[in-house]
């Protein structure tokens, strides 16, 4: 009993990481015209600073990923999300780009860099046997953070003012995030939990290394990124183009949310059923397609139906990689095979933004960028085709 109760505040911690972090990254995306009308500064700049920190995220994923092997989810979440809360209360006195490019950089990178690698790197070792769909239950902690945070930011964006609206969110999030903290820690020793009895098999990372499986969902990750990026961090900015309010382009970010949750719960579960390769194929596939639909949609209520595919897409692919790593190559080394991958994948996630942004500026629409973005996802469908079948052990 004691063990149930430990995993279940796990699950609860992991769950409010994501939902803090998560959501108020994209709850971002409303305060791009206050900061164009207030500074002059262009959708590129201000994307270019957001981007920053997904390099970031991918950069510190991976000593965040060996720190938690060694150190254990509490003391690395309790000092990187502290950095996050940081940063939105600095975010607010920004006079200067460059002012914003450190904020984003150092504080929301901290942040960022280990909402993931920790958290599903926690659930993997504690849910042997049910990666998966523990992963997906952990990921709608994200789905609830974009479907509550936006609205929230929208109101006290009307109510007070951008800077005082993000003092606001900054101080939620320093509560939120320690109360998480403080209810993370790392399972007992494998002879203590029989479902865990293997949590220590599988590669080390220089095995690893050497396999094209492992690369192959470095790119993969790299491909599907900028669309995890720069959708979400412009959408609502997008509906407003398309002559809706703010308070309304808010709910676009509410549906992506809401049908993420199903993706994610969706994935989770099949993933453990019929394995990684399979997962990946349903999420691409659905990507690919509603990037084209993004790219051809201007009607108000068609674009709803477009970003609930998005969300569904967008929830299952956040879900699957983790479990597909310790499909493929065991719990040895996960932090460190999970956070090199999330690495390539913020590559791309940095290079989105500020594509999509700079197409915009240039060509005063989304559409290049949706099309942009879908010729990846096409490349990241033909990739994931070439991934062997599902392989609980694999000889490298």
Request: hydrophobic letters at 50%; charged letters at 10%.
């Amino acid at each position: 009993m004691p063990h149930i109760e430990t995993r279940t505040r796990v699950v609860f911690g992991a769950c409010l990481t994501q939902f803090t972090i998560i959501g108020l990254l994209f709850s971002f995306g409303l305060f791009f015209n206050p900061l164009q009308e207030e500074f002059g500064w262009s959708r590129t700049l201000i994307s270019s600073a957001s981007a920053l920190s997904f390099f970031m995220m991918g950069v510190l994923a991976i000593p965040g990923g060996r720190l938690n092997d060694r150190f254990g989810p509490r003391v690395v979440l309790t000092v990187t999300g502290t950095a996050y809360a940081v940063g939105f209360l600095l975010l607010s006195q920004v006079t200067a780009p460059w002012q914003m490019f450190l904020v984003f950089g150092i504080f929301m990178g901290l942040g960022l860099g280990t909402h993931d690698v920790v958290t599903l790197g926690t659930i993997a070792r504690w849910f042997e046997r049910r990666r998966g769909i523990m992963s997906g239950v952990v990921k709608t902690g994200t789905a609830l953070g974009q479907i509550s945070m936006p609205p929230i930011a929208a109101a006290l964006l009307l109510a007070y003012g951008w800077r005082q609206a993000l003092v606001f969110l900054g101080l939620a999030a320093l509560v939120l995030l320690l109360i998480a903290a403080r209810s993370m820690e790392s399972p007992p020793t494998p002879r203590d939990t029989p479902e865990n009895a293997n949590t220590d098999a599988g590669h080390s990372f220089a095995e690893v290394r050497r396999d094209r499986v492992f690369w192959a969902l470095c790119l993969i990750q790299f491909l599907f990124f900028p669309s995890m990026m720069s959708v979400p961090m412009h959408l609502a900015v997008h509906g407003t183009d398309l002559g809706m309010s703010t308070a309304t382009a808010s709910t676009l970010l509410s549906v992506l949310g809401a049908t993420s949750i199903a993706g994610r719960l969706t994935v989770g579960t099949v993933t453990d059923r019929i394995g990684g390769k399979r997962a990946f194929l349903m999420c691409f596939s659905i990507l690919l397609g509603s990037l084209l639909a993004f790219a051809a949609t201007t009607a108000h209520g068609l674009l709803y139906l477009v970003v609930a595919f998005y969300g569904f897409s967008h929830g299952g692919l956040f879900t699957v990689v983790s479990p597909t790593v310790a499909e493929y190559f065991g719990m040895r080394a996960h932090g460190a095979i999970f956070g090199t991958i999330l690495f390539f994948g913020t590559i791309g996630g940095s290079l989105g933004p500020i594509a999509v942004g700079w197409i915009f500026d240039t060509t005063d629409s989304y559409r290049l960028a949706f099309l942009m973005l879908a010729t990846m996802a096409a490349i990241g469908l033909a990739l994931v085709l070439s991934l062997p079948r599902r392989a609980a052990a694999r000889a490298l």
